[in-house]
Structure formats: structure tokens, C-alpha cells
């Protein structure tokens, strides 16, 4: 449906329908983990939340200069979908080894999670 969108803007935006559907999918994962990064700053872990955003900015620098040259916009919706992935992975990560939280809600992979939590307790 993305072209579909796109289209209302124009005939000539519908040429972004793939780069659409990339942040589209790096949106949703965003929504996936929570506000990780809210949760981080306000526990005290503002500096590795600090040390994750660096990351993330300089992958996306690095991915952003690797393949605009070779894919253009599409290249650049790429680069800017994995560094945001790496950073919300990254910060759910860090929530759940240091809060013990497990912020990513996937209903399957968080039930066997917590069952296997439950056991060790």
C-alpha cells in the first residue's frame, strides 16, 4: 500500500515506495522495544544509553557514506533503518541486563522468556 500513499502526493513520489516500506519496518520494531531510551535515562544508565546513540550515529555515518553512492535513496532508507534498529536493540538489550526488564513484546518469545525466568527463580 505504500505506493498507494505516495501517490497522493504525486505520480512522481511513488518511486519512494520501497524506501517506505524499509522505515516502515524499522518504525515498527522502534515500537516493539518500548521506550528504552526514556526507561534508560531516567534509571541512572543515561551514559551507555550516551554510548549507544554515538554507535548508532556512527553506523549510520558509515552505512550512510557505503551505499548511497551504490543504491541512492534506497541505500539511505537502509542506513538509517539499521542504525535506529541497532539502537533500539541495542538499548533493550542494556534495559534487560541491567533492570532485568524485558521490553521487547513479541507474545511467543516473551511467554517462553518469563516461563524460563519463573524456573530459575
Known amino acids: 500500500m505504500p505506493e498507494f ?4 502526493f504525486g505520480h512522481e513520489f511513488k518511486a ?11 518504525n515498527m520494531l522502534s515500537a516493539i522495544c ?4 526514556i526507561l534508560l535515562q531516567m534509571t541512572g544508565y543515561q551514559n551507555i544509553y550516551n554510548k549507544i546513540i554515538m554507535a548508532a550515529a556512527g553506523l549510520s555515518i558509515v552505512l550512510n557514506l557505503l551505499l548511497i553512492p551504490v543504491w541512492g535513496i534506497t541505500g539511505a ?3 538509517s533503518s539499521a542504525a535506529k534498529i541497532f539502537q533500539n ?8 541486563k541491567k533492570l532485568g526488564i524485558f521490553s521487547v ?3 511467543w518469545l516473551t511467554n517462553k ?3 524460563r ?5
Do not use: H, W
Open 34 to 37: 518500548g521506550s528504552v531510551g
Open 89 to 96: 536493540l541495542g538499548a533493550s538489550f542494556v534495559v534487560y
Open 5 to 8: 500513499l505516495l501517490g497522493i
Open 105 to 107: 513484546y513479541i507474545p
Open 77 to 79: 532508507a537502509i542506513a
Open 16 to 26: 519512494g515506495a520501497i524506501c517506505l516500506s524499509i522505515l516502515a519496518v524499522s
Open 113 to 115: 522468556i518469563l516461563q
Open 117 to 121: 525466568k519463573n524456573q530459575q527463580a
